[in-house]
């Protein structure tokens, strides 16, 4: 499957954050030996020579976008946007399984309930849309707030990344 994930990068200019964000999504992918990998592969929206990923599949995005600019906040909204709504869908599915099922079949994971109880507690990967210069998730709004009020020339990076 894909997705659009969405790096947060401190950069003074586009090249400079485009860079930082493809590191960002090495560490996701496992190139960085440091860092296990989280998702199979990843293309940023700069790349031309791709026939099923990127921009052939998403359309225009831009390459990067300063986040205090009419892009980077759309871009912004969307990243936060979609891990809201799949942290939601998760703790909706856990609630259901606890009323629903009984501890044994919750233990052998019937209806995916463990899946949604991992998907619920998850710091990366493909419920988390929006991550840090460091590959750290951004997991909650407290979070990304502190992350929006530290940098003074923040950029946000999208890409799409298969799992």
């Not at 590191?23 to 989280?38: I, M, Q, S």
């Amino acid at each position: 499957m894909h997705i659009v994930i969405y790096s947060l990068v401190e950069a003074s200019t586009e090249d400079e954050a485009l860079s930082t964000g493809k590191t960002v999504f090495d560490r996701l992918v496992g190139a960085d030996p440091h860092a296990g990998a989280v998702f199979d592969y990843h293309v940023t929206f700069d790349r031309e020579d791709t026939s099923v990923a990127g921009k052939t599949r998403w359309g225009e995005l831009p390459t990067a976008a300063p986040v205090d600019s009419d892009d980077g906040q759309d871009l912004l909204e969307r990243g936060w946007e979609a891990t809201k709504e799949e942290f939601e869908r998760n703790l909706e599915r856990v609630k259901e399984a606890l009323n629903e099922l009984s501890d044994e079949e919750i233990m052998r994971d019937e209806d995916l309930a463990r899946h949604a109880f991992h998907q619920v507690g998850a710091y990366d990967g493909p419920t988390i849309f929006l991550y840090n210069e460091h590959a750290n998730g951004i997991r909650h709004r407290e979070q990304l707030d502190r992350v929006l009020e530290e940098s003074e020339e923040l950029w946000i990076v999208p890409a799409d990344v298969h799992f």
